[in-house]
């Protein structure tokens, strides 16, 4: 069965912090790894990594795949309160098109 | 606005009723998606529809059924509700039947009481 897993579960951090989130997967056929920014309610599609070693960048947020280790991590520099969030990590394989969530880090960002 | 549309966002409902859930995806996607989160779970799939088409299925409930209509939106259909049933539901489409960055709808929250 497909899994993603996500750490920390939840963070604290002030202002200006860097903070790295993580996500390993076991995804039969692995396609792609995707993160999504959840706030009040639907998850916003934030990166898509296919190839390893490739780093996406927007603005603040940056994020990596390593297909080797099974794992990618998002990177937030100088976080802001307007951060604060859950940050899904799903990993799509050959099974359907479905995507597999991890259940997310909660993020707070602390003026 | 996504452009995904759920109806209706807030659904409050007896245990052993049966409710309809509506999605209507972003203009031209072909593929529907259904998932649910339940509280500390993360997103679970439950089904997918392409083009009217099942697709793909996942740990979706005997209790539980969608379809997909001709003018592309899909309804998710939920009967005899538990209160386990209580979560949020979510629609997401995508313009191909591949999951790649699909875009999600703002859900249904679903409480069963």
């Known amino acids: 069965e497909d899994k993603v897993v996500q750490s920390p579960l939840s963070l604290v951090v002030h202002e200006g912090d860097t903070v790295t989130l993580n996500c390993s997967y076991e995804?039969?056929?692995?396609?792609?790894l995707l993160w999504y920014k959840q706030e009040k309610k639907a998850p916003t599609f934030l990166f898509m990594l296919?190839?390893?070693?490739i780093e996406k960048k927007s603005g603040r947020l940056s994020s990596i795949l390593d297909k080797k280790e099974l794992f990618s991590i998002l990177n937030i520099t100088a976080t802001q309160t307007g951060d604060s969030a859950i940050y899904l990590c799903a990993a799509g394989g050959s099974s359907g098109d479905k995507l597999t969530f991890g259940t997310g880090t909660r993020l707070a960002v602390r003026p | 606005d996504s452009g995904v549309t759920q109806t209706p966002k807030h659904l409050i409902t007896a245990t052993g009723q049966r409710v309809t859930l509506r999605c209507s995806p972003r203009s031209g996607d072909l593929s529907v998606y259904w998932y649910q989160q339940s509280l500390d779970q993360g997103l679970q799939f439950l089904i997918q529809?392409?083009?009217?088409?099942?697709?793909a299925k996942g740990n979706i409930l005997e209790r539980f059924s969608a379809q997909q209509f001709p003018d592309l939106h899909s309804e998710l259909n939920l009967s005899s509700l538990e209160l386990g049933d209580s979560a949020l539901y979510f629609c997401?489409?995508?313009?191909?039947?591949?999951?790649?960055?699909?875009?999600f709808g703002s859900g249904t929250r679903l409480t069963v009481v």
């Open positions: 995804v039969t056929n692995f396609r792609s």
């Open positions: 997401a489409s995508s313009p191909r039947d591949r999951a790649y960055g699909y875009t």
């Open positions: 529809y392409y083009n009217g088409e099942e697709r």
């Open positions: 296919t190839s390893s070693g």
